[in-house]
T-cell receptor, first 112, second 110 residues
Framework: EAQVTQNPRYLITVTGKKLTVTCSQN?????MSWYRQDPGLGLRQIYY???????DKGDVPEGYKVSRKEKRNFPLILESPSPNQTSLYFC???????????FGPGTRLTVT | GQQLNQSPQSMFIQEGEDVSMNCTSS?????WLWYKQDPGEGPVLLIA?????ELTSNGRLTAQFGITRKDSFLNISASIPSDVGIYFC??????????FGTGTSLTVIP
């Protein structure tokens, strides 16, 4: 089954404790992206990647890092999480020539 | 950053009615997408638009890419209870960055 998977689905952590949210897709998509969703603000793009070893900042990249060492994986790293990064996070992927993004199920992160 | 203006913010309609919502931006986009999100789930793609003026249908859904490239419209005909959810527009600027609208919450009253 074609899908985007994220882990973990729920995470509660404390300020400053480094964490990684994994994202994997099995559709051989070139384009992958991370979003955060906050009430009243919709989805905002954090980082995106056009292909392996190519990443670019989205609208709200501060406090986040990403890497794209393999085509299927695009982890999101929070080196020192803060409470304002409490949010619902989505990973998405698409072919590089058509931007019909497929979203993962989401990761709800709470930073206390 | 860029923000898409999506309206209306919420809608309460009777089952069987038609629904219209739209999205506008201050920038030109080369792709418009429409998504639906159910509670606790990720957004699901409904329709993708790639050319100005393009009109595309997916069942009871019809979307249009505005000729100015700064707006898009989504219509749902003969609404049914399973249409309930939040609908998002998304625009892609040149440079591969996506921007999303703030969503339209749709409630269908049986």
């Amino acid at each position: 089954e074609a899908q985007v998977t994220q882990n973990p689905r729920y995470l509660i952590t404390v300020t400053g404790k480094k964490l990684t949210v994994t994202c994997s897709q099995n559709m051989n998509h070139e384009y992958m992206s991370w979003y955060r969703q906050d009430p009243g603000l919709g989805l905002r793009q954090i980082y995106y990647s056009m292909n392996v070893e190519v990443t670019d900042k989205g609208d709200v990249p501060e406090g986040y890092k990403v890497s794209r060492k393999e085509k299927r994986n695009f982890p999101l790293i929070l080196e020192s999480p803060s409470p304002n990064q409490t949010s619902l996070y989505f990973c998405a992927s698409s072919r590089g020539d058509f931007y019909e993004q497929y979203f993962g199920p989401g990761t709800r992160l709470t930073v206390t | 950053g860029q923000q898409l203006n999506q309206s209306p913010q919420s809608m309460f309609i009777q089952e069987g009615e038609d629904v219209s919502m739209n999205c506008t931006s201050s920038s030109i986009f080369n792709t418009w997408l429409w998504y639906k999100q159910d509670p606790g789930e990720g957004p699901v793609l409904l329709i993708a638009l790639y050319k100005a003026g393009e009109l595309t249908s997916n069942g009871r859904l019809t979307a249009q890419f505005g000729i100015t490239r700064k707006d898009s419209f989504l219509n749902i005909s003969a609404s049914i209870p399973s249409d309930v959810g939040i609908y998002f527009c998304a625009g892609l600027e040149y440079g591969n960055q996506f921007y999303f609208g703030t969503g339209t919450s749709l409630t269908v009253i049986p």
